[in-house]
């Protein structure tokens, strides 16, 4: 006798500037469809405990200096080195759910405003990467992020730069189709609602459209 046919697990992706609300949301999603007797994975971008990993975690600690081209790059390949584990998962019929993916990859290379590093040029080494099904993209105003504490010690959490981040992913999701704007300023059951409900109808629109 053989196994029934599996269907393949849905690759969710969770964006959104510092203290959104991502991890926490990524945590009750896992849960969620855990619950619902789903197999599911959650993952977060960069990896830090991979070698090149541990270069990314330096250069975001402020202990080592990279040029804006190559923590690019390291960035990348720190998902490309865990491509192939995600597709095995998703084909196996395991959802995988990503905390941070190429678009913060574009979107905080491209803040630099450094004039060679395009938001078209950052998106090259992205091309083949395992596609998301969907994107929930968490939309926090700065008043709102405040309220949920200062910034931490890490590159990038200071006001300038999260402010272009804020344009930058705004400019990049008008044009991104299979994104869900959710306004994570809410109750965080109420975003968690919201994310269930997205959720819920990519994977009906999967089975409809026979996803495999
Ligand atoms: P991110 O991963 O996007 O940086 P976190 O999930 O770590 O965000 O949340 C940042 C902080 O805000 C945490 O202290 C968390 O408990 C709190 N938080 C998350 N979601 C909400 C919410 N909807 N309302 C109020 N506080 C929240
Ligand atoms: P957290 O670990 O707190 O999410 O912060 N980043 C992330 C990039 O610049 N490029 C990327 O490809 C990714 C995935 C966003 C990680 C920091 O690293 C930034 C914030
Ligand atoms: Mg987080």
Redesign the pocket.
Known sequence: TSAPPTRRGALIVVEGL?RAG??SQCEMLRDSLSRQGQEVKYI???D?TTPIGKL?DSY?RGTSHQDDHS??LL??A??WEIAKSIEKDITNGTTVIV????Y??????AAKANPTLSLEWAWQPEIGLPRPDICLFLSISPEEAAKRGGF?A????NEAMQTR?RELFRTIFEKQQDVSIIDAGKSINGVAQEIQDAVASCIVRMDATGAL
């Open positions: 510092d991502k991890s977060r971008f960069p830090r990314i975001l923590i690019h960035f990348s720190n998902r905390d941070r993916y190429s913060s990859g574009v979107v905080y290379s931490g890490e590159r990038y959490e981040v």
